[in-house]
């Protein structure tokens, strides 16, 4: 797949990846790798055929995924596949509107829907130094958003 992108590095085009990894503390071992498709049924599949990849070699603590899979597509699969997962939240409307909500009682975890389909914990923390309010879903039942925040730095 060649995606067309903002102007970055001198390039409008890129390749897009995921990739398997086993992360146990420092060390870290690349499994598989599947090339992405815009279409987000394809990325779901991808999450489903590594999720079954990891099965093979190890016991899965947690899911750990960028923003690209945040869609209704692959929070179905995660759930469907019944592994904990934690993934970037794009800046939609909703979001933004559910920021805007709780800005005064950051950091927090709230039960948020995507596209009236998947409901999920939300979990949002504001950035000391910048100030920026970074954004989670995940199926983690915790009302520690600070601890899911630091989950998703071991990726």
């Known amino acids: 797949m060649l995606e067309e992108r903002k102007d970055r590095g001198g390039t409008n085009y890129c390749h897009q990846f995921a990739t398997l990894e086993?992360?146990?503390?420092?060390?870290r071992l690349t499994l598989a790798v599947r090339k992405l498709s815009v279409d987000n049924?394809?990325?779901a599949a991808v999450v489903e055929e590594l999720v079954k990849i990891a099965r093979k070699h190890a016991q899965i603590a947690c899911t750990l995924l960028d923003r690209a899979f945040?869609?209704?597509?692959?929070?179905?699969?995660?759930?469907?596949?019944?592994?904990k997962f934690v993934i970037a939240v794009q800046r939609d409307k909703a979001v933004k509107r559910v920021i805007e909500e709780h800005s005064f009682k950051l950091?927090?975890?709230?039960?948020?829907?995507?596209?009236k389909q998947e409901t999920?914990?939300?979990?949002?923390?504001?950035?000391?130094?910048?100030k920026d309010v970074y954004c989670f879903a995940t199926n983690i039942q915790s009302d520690d958003a600070?601890?899911?925040?630091e989950l998703y730095r071991k990726r």
């Open 70 to 83: 945040y869609n209704v597509a692959c929070i179905k699969t995660l759930k469907l596949l019944r592994v």
């Open 120 to 130: 999920f914990n939300l979990c949002m923390i504001r950035d000391k130094k910048t």
């Open 146 to 149: 600070h601890c899911i925040n």
């Open 22 to 27: 086993i992360v146990d503390g420092d060390c």
């Open 41 to 43: 049924d394809s990325k």
């Open 107 to 115: 950091p927090a975890v709230v039960q948020h829907c995507i596209g």
